[in-house]
């Protein structure tokens, strides 16, 4: 016990007893507007210590040469047939990937950008169609011409209709003419329209019937449909299920897929053969619902500069330019990996100034009817951004800019999407914030302002006390 009074001794803090203190209305006054000033400072502080703050920096890009870059669309052509889109990749490299099937989906689409049916069916045709080798000018004419007028009718006469819809300036269709009139008249010759009318072989002249080849989403020539009357029902789409045919087109390959189509025998597929005699394609499947597509997916691409283009492609099929429309509307377009909702709320409150990931989402780019030969141009610089969190998470994402033309078009009109990678990148990262200097920072703050308070109050408590004096006349 005898060392409890060296203890006191060495009190910071020595205690007044409160009989030989007074309040006074001024210190009350001081101490109220201390109180407020700490907590508002505090509350300032508090917001200053949550607040984010980053440094961001442009440095080259740190991808290894081996990285790709992943591009990401969904997009809706409402005047493109799935039957001959095709989606190409190229670059300046020299790559050129034609017609990519195995990261992509496609599925017809209305006007209203609605599907009509589940995904179109990506089976592959072959890329050379065998044709006759020698032309027989004396043919004759074997096929039936239908018109506007009498397509209904006959379609509903005969069990088979199977109709070449071609155009006189078309070499496709031209090649075709004489094989397609020579297994016309061998099928008539075998099933007799009037007596038989199981099978007829028919041909429209697009260039004289745009109306009823645009009604069948006819857009590339020659094209042959099957159409069938009993068996031509509507599903729940309320769209018929035609077929179209897209085997080879010499009279010998014609009529046995005419006998096939009367005569279907379950031991014998109705498919195209390679060169070893194994079976690899259907010859027929399913015509276009619709005159649009929707494409969606992935690709890969190397980090250099290149083109994405969206086009009507066929090896065997010829086009009018004239009636390609390659009005689209784009529902997303993006660059690398899909980021999760919450990184992207993370990557948002870490750079608030960042306006949208995807700036063509929701875009659409439509030609109007009387402008033909209208090539869609989109010009897009990709700047890759890292951000680092200060708990040194690494977050990758892309931003890029846009700018969008419409040109005319020389050949076929194209939906062109060139990307340019930036060879530099944008480096955020998050500034860290210590406790410890926030805690020393509310200290000082606190101990600051009862310092101010008590100096105000000392001031003006002694300047009353000598106003006081004088009145009464004492000395001070």
């Not at 081996?66 to 790559?95: K, Q, W």
């Not at 189509?261 to 060169?275: C, G, I, Y």
Request: aromatic residues 10%; neutral net charge; proline residues 4%.
């Amino acid at each position: 016990m005898f060392l409890t009074p060296n203890i006191k001794s060495i009190d910071f803090f020595r205690k007044i007893p409160r009989d030989l203190t007074e309040a006074s209305l001024s210190g009350a006054g001081l101490s109220l507007v201390a109180a407020v000033s700490m907590l508002f400072l505090f509350g300032l502080e508090l917001h200053n210590y949550l607040a984010i703050s980053t440094t961001t920096s442009v440095i080259v890009d740190q991808s290894s040469e081996s990285e790709f870059l992943l591009i990401g669309f969904n997009m809706s052509f409402p005047a493109l047939s799935c039957e001959f889109a095709s989606l190409d990749v190229s670059d300046v490299l020299g790559t050129n990937r034609l017609n990519i099937t195995k990261t992509i989906r496609k599925y017809a689409i209305n006007k209203h950008l609605q599907a009509t049916g589940a995904e179109f069916d990506p089976i592959p045709t072959f890329s050379v169609i065998k044709h006759d080798d020698k032309i027989d000018e004396e043919y004759g004419e074997g096929s039936v011409t239908l018109n506007s007028h009498n397509f209904d009718r006959i379609s509903h006469k005969h069990a088979i209709l199977v109709v070449n819809f071609f155009a006189p300036w078309c070499q496709w269709s031209n090649r075709m003419k004489p094989s397609w009139e020579k297994a016309a008249n061998i099928i008539r010759e075998r099933h007799n329209p009037t007596t038989d009318g199981r099978i007829l072989l028919g041909k429209v002249d697009c260039a004289n019937e745009q109306d009823l080849c645009i009604r069948h989403h006819v857009q590339g020539y020659p094209s042959i449909r099957i159409f069938r009357r009993g068996s031509d029902i509507k599903d729940a789409y309320g769209t018929h299920d035609h077929e179209s045919y897209y085997g080879n087109r010499d009279t010998n390959s014609l009529v046995e897929a005419m006998e096939h189509l009367v005569t279907p025998s379950d031991s014998r597929k109705f498919t195209l053969d390679d060169k070893f005699g194994k079976a690899i394609v259907f010859a027929k499947r399913p015509a276009p619902r619709e005159a649009g597509c929707r494409i969606e997916g992935f690709v890969r691409v190397k980090k250099v500069p290149g083109d994405i283009i969206v086009s009507a492609r066929s090896e065997s099929h010829s086009f009018d330019a004239s009636r390609i429309n390659i009005s689209h509307v784009i529902n997303s377009f993006n660059f690398g990996k899909k980021v999760t909702p919450r990184v992207i709320s993370d990557l948002k409150r870490l750079r608030p100034y960042i306006e949208s990931h995807d700036k063509l989402a929701s875009k659409a780019y439509i030609t109007l009817e009387d402008r033909v030969n209208v090539t869609i141009e989109h010009y897009l610089q990709v700047v890759k951004t890292e951000v680092m969190s200060s708990s040194y998470q690494l977050i990758e994402d892309y931003d890029y800019t846009v700018h969008s033309s419409l040109v005319n078009a020389v050949t076929i009109p194209v939906a062109k999407f060139h990307f340019e990678p930036s060879p530099m990148q944008i480096l955020v990262t998050e500034d860290p914030k210590s406790f410890t200097h926030f805690i020393i920072k509310v200290c000082a703050l606190m101990g600051g302002i009862f310092t101010v308070a008590g100096i105000l109050e000392s001031l003006l408590y002694n300047t009353m006390r000598v106003v006081k004096k004088i009145e009464l006349g004492k000395d001070f």
